[in-house]
C-alpha cells in the first residue's frame, strides 16, 4: 500500500500513478482506509512517518480533509505488524 499513496517526498519507492487516480477522482470518493501495517509504515514503532503518510496522502489526494483517510491498524493476525488497542492509544 504505501508507495502506491505517496510521492517522493515521503519516500524515494513512491510512485504516484494510484495518488493521482485519487485526487483526481476525490469529489466522488467518501473516504479510503490505508492499512498501516505491512507495508514501510508500522505505526506502533514509527508513528511520526506513519502519520506524515497520513497527512500528505490527506493533503495531496482530498485537499487537507483527512475526514476522508481512515488510519488503519491491524490488531491481530500480522505477525511484527500487529497494534492493539492499547498500543494504538499508546501512539495516537
Excluded at 517522493?8 to 470518493?29: D, F, K, V, W
Excluded at 511520526?48 to 475526514?67: E, I, N
Amino acid at each position: 500500500m504505501d508507495p502506491d499513496l505517496c510521492t517522493t517526498s515521503i519516500h524515494p519507492g513512491c510512485r504516484e500513478e494510484y495518488l493521482n487516480i485519487l485526487a483526481g477522482q476525490s469529489e466522488m470518493i467518501d473516504f479510503i482506509m490505508p492499512q498501516y501495517y505491512n507495508g514501510w509504515q508500522r505505526p506502533s514503532t514509527n508513528f511520526t512517518g506513519a502519520l506524515q503518510h497520513f497527512s500528505a496522502l490527506a493533503s495531496t489526494a482530498f485537499g487537507g480533509d483527512a475526514s476522508k483517510v481512515v488510519f488503519g491498524f491491524c490488531v491481530s493476525d500480522c505477525t511484527g505488524f500487529n497494534t492493539g488497542g492499547a498500543d494504538a492509544l499508546r501512539v495516537v
